[in-house]
């Protein structure tokens, strides 16, 4: 089946993940945006099947530099037994976005494990399109028991770019994600870059709106010379988006694709008991930070009685809280720290 291929100026999707474009400008003008449809798409095998589907998508400045990626409201069906169902799309060979995975059957799941849509899995935007403005598209299915397959039902892929021989404030060759510890770290590297005062990493908790600064760095400035630079979130969330924006000197702004980063290792939060009796309640807390909690006491009417803040240390936390003003009747406990809140229900007698 032929695939159409379209230009829009802007784009709405039914989904609410990465509905906007961010890409960089083209020295303050809009980028080309190129939009395309992938429902049909086959990925009949592991790397190199032929059965895959393949194509070429235009529209494109010819030989632009591709700045930007986004894709929405994808599904997928597989077909036969896969071990990991992970289903991934390589654009001319340079960049992997890893759109789908699962884990219906035990198997040699790699550490690509885990993509979700809005994961640059090496996160390159430093490539172009052909002296005739295409790029071509291949979706591949990863960690097999054959005969297998996966068949994209809906998905819309989003390429923006600027022509060739445009000066960009930054010409990012890189941009990634990874753990380090207890914390994230946020790495990207320049090819070059020009007229570029700040570079600035904000995080969000969904990736849409809510973004918070979390580490700028001046840029270097320094023309064609390639620079890398490192910012650690520091306490990171369960699911964090990132985005490098970029602050020229005349006042201009750019954006980076969207990564994100799931840590699922690093948060055990949790109350493992509360004990009450005449004089105090005993509470026992399971974390693996030293960020501390807030502790607070409400009435049956929602009025805050008492509020107390401890220090904890990886491992089980024991503490002990003094009620012995309280009077008799039901009350609530909450547990908050930057990444955890729970509330539990107890009664002084």
């Known amino acids: 089946m032929k695939k159409l291929c379209y ?3 802007s784009i709405l999707f039914v989904f609410p993940i990465n509905t906007s474009i961010y890409s960089q400008t083209c020295a303050g003008s809009p980028p080309t945006v190129v939009s395309f449809d992938i429902t049909g798409y086959m990925a009949a095998g592991a790397f190199g099947n ?16 591709i700045v930007g990626i986004q894709w929405s409201n994808y599904a997928y069906n597989t077909l036969g037994d896969t071990w990991c169902n ?3 799309v390589d654009i001319d060979t340079n960049v992997v976005i890893y759109m789908i995975t699962g884990g219906s059957f035990p198997g040699p799941c790699g550490p690509e494990s885990g993509g979700s849509p809005l994961a640059l899995q090496n996160a390159g935007l430093n490539f172009n399109a052909s002296p005739a403005g295409c790029v071509a598209i291949q979706p591949y299915l990863s960690y097999t028991t054959p005969p297998v397959g996966a068949q994209f039902t809906s998905g ?67 023309g064609q010379k390639e620079n890398v630079y490192r910012v650690m979130d520091e306490m990171p969330l369960m699911l964090g988006y990132y985005r490098l924006k970029s602050e020229d000197y005349d006042g201009r702004t750019e954006y980076s694709v969207i990564l994100d980063m799931l840590r699922k290792d690093l948060f055990g939060d949790k109350i493992q008991a509360i004990i009450v009796n005449e004089q105090k309640l005993s509470l026992e807390f399971i974390t693996n930070n ?9 009435d049956i009417t929602g009025k805050a009685v008492d509020e107390i803040n401890f220090s904890t240390i990886p491992g089980m936390n024991y503490f002990e809280i003094d009620i012995n003003n309280l009077n008799s009747g039901v009350y609530f406990i909450s547990i908050m720290n930057h990444r955890f809140k729970e509330t539990r229900r107890f009664v002084r007698s």
């Open 50 to 65: 032929s059965g895959n589907t393949m194509n070429l998508i235009c529209g494109l400045p010819p030989s632009g530099n």
């Open 86 to 88: 992970e289903v991934f």
């Open 156 to 222: 819309i892929i989003t390429l923006t770019a600027c022509p060739m021989g445009i000066a960009l404030p930054i010409n990012l060759h890189r941009f990634e994600v990874k753990k380090a510890g207890l914390q994230n770290l946020i790495e990207w590297e320049t090819a070059s870059e020009v007229n570029n005062k700040y570079q600035i990493i904000e995080r969000s908790p969904n990736g849409i709106d809510s973004w918070k600064e979390i580490g700028r760095i001046e840029s270097k400035n320094n």
């Open 290 to 298: 030293e960020m501390g909690i807030d502790c607070t006491i409400f």
């Open 7 to 9: 230009i829009i100026v």
